[in-house]
């Protein structure tokens, strides 16, 4: 399943990898626990904050993933490659 | 056999002899104050040279520390990083942070002789002693440099290499000189009379402050805390070479407190010696004693940050308390580093280093220990503030040193989180995470601190590892 590492960030004690086709998000001694979101399951990602951001990813299911205090390059380039995934995939409307 | 002896030991004393005799008939016998003071310089300007010489060496100190206390696949970052600070630092120092710190100016930073231009007059807050403003410069900008240093150990094993760069820029040339025109350089809080002798505060305070703010906005270690929060060990992978850098760092502050009288004619340099020392033992066995307490079980890794938390709270009061308030002084910082460290760990802030409660603590137990301690004599022999509560001197000595921690932690907090935000909204403060578990040591500088072992692992070996091996290079290394 290992694919291409698009973009990628560091949030309080947890990461989050974005591949042309899910995301991960992952905790754990050596990253070991994937939560891991295809893009289809993806409503939205907003980045609120400047300093600390927290980057909220919106699943179809109503959950709200969110991955706090990352750093604002991380978390733009994090955004920009999941949407522009989704618009390659034709996702969005 | 016994009188050949004898004669050969003869012959080899009259030879050392001649020259020194030869000299005596051709030079007058020294005479005069010009010339015992040109002596009294010259053995102050050499002692000098010598405690920077010590407190440079502290660098070895810290490297070997953070080289301990990090896992192998980060040590090649900390001795890179070491070696760049050094290289920024003593670079900015020279060009203006000297001048801020002890140039004259006003109460808050010094505004003359930037790139040492200026001569003894010009660097007013150092004009109590004689040496040339160069032996002047390398003690201090040692000092600038050991502060730097505490800075990076909280904020080991995920770090941009740029970050570091960066900072010690701003930090050396201007948050610490500011700080230590303050209380060194003739500013508002040495006019109150702060009594911080060789820098509890200037040095070890407003490192760690400069530490916790990186730290707070760095975030902790990929792995440092669970999914329910729970803190987890992240242990170093060599005790013996941490133990060799405290043993270091001990060593060179018999540079770093009793060098800074700046002379060693007529200065209590001995003295100064013996706290130091008292103090550091006092304050390994503190911490070993809370360790056994808490653990049961003797950690090396804080008996060594006892020690330097003993170092560092004696730093401020070295010369204005007698050898068993030392004592009390190391041992209180030993525990009171041990409780902290168990509580920097538990709120969430990743210090692999302990930096935060050696250096933070430390320095702050250390400039309140000197209101509390210092006695009458000392303090008219060093002519610096007040003697302490417990010598009748009330609680005004106190109040000053209690100001200046405020002052000077308060500003290096806000000034760094400042620095460090604005790093982190622009460039980021942290390396990516693949590259934080791959180690730094080949994301940032592209070569192994270990090679051999670790290029060893990364290929077939029964590791598991399906990488073939190079031609040339066996499990063992590279074939001869």
Same mark, same amino acid.
Not at chain 1, 44 to 58: A, H, P, Q
Not at chain 2, 81 to 105: D, N, Q, R, S
Not at chain 2, 312 to 324: K, R, S
Not at chain 2, 422 to 441: F, Q
């Given at each position: 399943?290992?694919? &291409?590492? %698009?973009?990628?960030? /560091?949030? $309080?004690?947890?990461?989050?990898?974005?591949?042309?086709?899910? *995301? #991960?998000?992952?905790?754990?001694?050596?990253?070991?626990?994937?939560?891991?979101?295809?893009?289809?399951?993806?409503?939205?990602?907003?980045? &609120?904050? %400047?300093?600390?951001? /927290?980057? $909220?990813?919106?699943?179809?299911?109503?959950?709200?993933?969110? *991955? #706090?205090?990352?750093?604002?390059?991380?978390?733009?380039?994090?955004?920009?490659?999941?949407?522009?995934?989704?618009?390659?995939?034709?996702?969005?409307? | 056999?016994?009188?050949?002896?004898?004669?050969?030991?003869?012959?080899?004393?009259?030879?050392?002899?001649?020259?020194?005799?030869?000299?005596?008939?051709?030079?007058?016998?020294?005479?005069?104050?010009?010339?015992?003071?040109?002596?009294?310089?010259?053995?102050?300007?050499?002692?000098?040279?010598?405690?920077?010489?010590?407190?440079?060496?502290?660098?070895?100190?810290?490297?070997?520390?953070?080289?301990?206390?990090?896992?192998?696949?980060?040590?090649?970052?900390?001795?890179?990083?070491?070696?760049?600070?050094?290289?920024?630092?003593?670079?900015?120092?020279?060009?203006?942070?000297?001048?801020?710190?002890?140039?004259?100016?006003?109460?808050?930073?010094?505004?003359?002789?930037?790139?040492?231009?200026?001569?003894?007059?010009?660097?007013?807050?150092?004009?109590?002693?004689?040496?040339?403003?160069?032996?002047?410069?390398?003690?201090?900008?040692?000092?600038?440099?050991?502060?730097?240093?505490?800075?990076?150990?909280?904020?080991?094993?995920?770090?941009?290499?740029?970050?570091?760069?960066?900072?010690?820029?701003?930090?050396?040339?201007?948050?610490?000189?500011?700080?230590?025109?303050?209380?060194?350089?003739?500013?508002?809080?040495?006019?109150?009379?702060?009594?911080?002798?060789?820098?509890?505060?200037?040095?070890?305070?407003?490192?760690?402050?400069?530490?916790?703010?990186?730290?707070?906005?760095?975030?902790?270690?990929?792995?440092?805390?669970?999914?329910?929060?729970?803190?987890?060990?992240?242990?170093?992978?060599?005790?013996?070479?941490?133990?060799?850098?405290?043993?270091?760092?001990?060593?060179?502050?018999?540079?770093?407190?009793?060098?800074?009288?700046?002379?060693?004619?007529?200065?209590?340099?001995?003295?100064?010696?013996?706290?130091?020392?008292?103090?550091?033992?006092?304050?390994?066995?503190?911490?070993?004693?809370?360790?056994?307490?808490?653990?049961?079980?003797?950690?090396?890794?804080?008996?060594?940050?006892?020690?330097?938390?003993?170092?560092?709270?004696?730093?401020?009061?070295?010369?204005?308390?007698?050898?068993?308030?030392?004592?009390?002084?190391?041992?209180?910082?030993?525990?009171?580093?041990?409780?902290?460290?168990?509580?920097?760990?538990?709120?969430?802030?990743?210090?692999?280093?302990?930096?935060?409660?050696?250096?933070?603590?430390?320095?702050?137990?250390?400039?309140?220990?000197?209101?509390?301690?210092?006695?009458?004599?000392?303090?008219?022999?060093?002519?610096?503030?007040?003697?302490?509560?417990?010598?009748?001197?009330?609680?005004?000595?106190?109040?000053?040193?209690?100001?200046?921690?405020?002052?000077?932690?308060?500003?290096?907090?806000?000034?760094?989180?400042?620095?460090?935000?604005?790093?982190?909204?622009?460039?980021?403060?942290?390396?990516?995470?693949?590259?934080?578990?791959?180690?730094?040591?080949?994301?940032?500088?592209?070569?192994?601190?270990?090679?051999?072992?670790?290029?060893?692992?990364?290929?077939?070996?029964?590791?598991?590892?399906?990488?073939?091996?190079?031609?040339?290079?066996?499990?063992?290394?590279?074939?001869?």
């Amino acid at each position: 399943m290992e694919q &291409r590492l %698009l973009a990628q960030g /560091t949030g $309080t004690n947890n990461t989050i990898n974005v591949y042309p086709d899910r *995301v #991960e998000i992952r905790t754990g001694w050596d990253n070991e626990n994937a939560n891991s979101l295809g893009l289809k399951q993806i409503a939205n990602v907003s980045i &609120r904050g %400047l300093v600390n951001c /927290t980057l $909220t990813i919106e699943v179809n299911d109503g959950r709200r993933l969110n *991955v #706090e205090r990352m750093a604002l390059p991380d978390a733009r380039q994090v955004k920009a490659a999941i949407e522009a995934q989704k618009q390659k995939a034709g996702l969005y409307e | 056999m016994r009188r050949f002896l004898l004669l050969v030991m003869t012959a080899l004393l009259m030879i050392a002899a001649l020259p020194a005799a030869a000299f005596a008939q051709e030079t007058p016998v020294v005479q005069g104050t010009e010339t015992l003071a040109d002596v009294a310089l010259a053995v102050d300007t050499m002692w000098v040279i010598v405690a920077a010489l010590l407190v440079l060496f502290m660098q070895a100190g810290f490297a070997m520390l953070e080289v301990g206390f990090s896992r192998m696949k980060n040590v090649g970052s900390v001795v890179a990083k070491i070696l760049a600070m050094m290289g920024i630092g003593i670079v900015v120092f020279w060009a203006v942070g000297f001048a801020f710190t002890f140039g004259a100016g006003n109460a808050i930073i010094g505004t003359q002789g930037f790139f040492l231009s200026g001569d003894e007059a010009t660097y007013a807050g150092l004009s109590w002693t004689a040496v040339p403003v160069s032996a002047k410069f390398l003690f201090q900008v040692a000092f600038a440099l050991v502060s730097l240093a505490i800075v990076w150990g909280t904020m080991l094993e995920r770090t941009k290499f740029a970050v570091y760069c960066i900072f010690a820029v701003v930090f050396a040339g201007l948050i610490y000189p500011i700080v230590g025109h303050w209380i060194w350089g003739g500013g508002w809080l040495s006019e109150f009379g702060m009594q911080d002798f060789a820098g509890s505060t200037v040095v070890h305070l407003s490192g760690a402050m400069a530490a916790l703010a990186g730290t707070l906005l760095l975030g902790p270690r990929i792995g440092k805390y669970d999914d329910a929060g729970n803190p987890q060990t992240i242990p170093g992978h060599n005790m013996p070479l941490a133990v060799l850098g405290v043993i270091i760092l001990w060593v060179g502050w018999w540079g770093f407190n009793p060098g800074s009288t700046m002379a060693a004619v007529g200065q209590s340099i001995g003295d100064i010696a013996l706290t130091t020392n008292l103090a550091a033992g006092a304050g390994v066995l503190g911490a070993m004693i809370m360790s056994y307490l808490v653990k049961r079980n003797i950690d090396v890794g804080m008996a060594g940050n006892g020690a330097i938390a003993a170092l560092v709270a004696i730093t401020a009061a070295c010369a204005f308390v007698a050898p068993w308030a030392a004592i009390v002084i190391g041992f209180i910082a030993g525990v009171i580093m041990y409780t902290v460290l168990l509580l920097v760990d538990k709120i969430g802030v990743d210090d692999p280093l302990g930096a935060i409660a050696a250096h933070g603590m430390g320095g702050i137990w250390g400039t309140l220990s000197t209101g509390l301690f210092a006695t009458p004599e000392l303090v008219e022999a060093t002519g610096f503030g007040q003697p302490g509560l417990l010598y009748g001197g009330g609680f005004g000595q106190l109040g000053v040193q209690a100001l200046g921690i405020v002052a000077c932690g308060g500003f290096v907090f806000v000034t760094s989180y400042a620095v460090f935000a604005v790093l982190k909204a622009t460039i980021g403060l942290r390396v990516k995470p693949e590259h934080e578990l791959d180690g730094l040591d080949i994301s940032e500088h592209g070569v192994y601190g270990y090679s051999e072992q670790l290029i060893a692992t990364d290929y077939q070996n029964g590791s598991g590892s399906s990488m073939p091996i190079p031609e040339g290079r066996t499990t063992q290394g590279t074939a001869s």
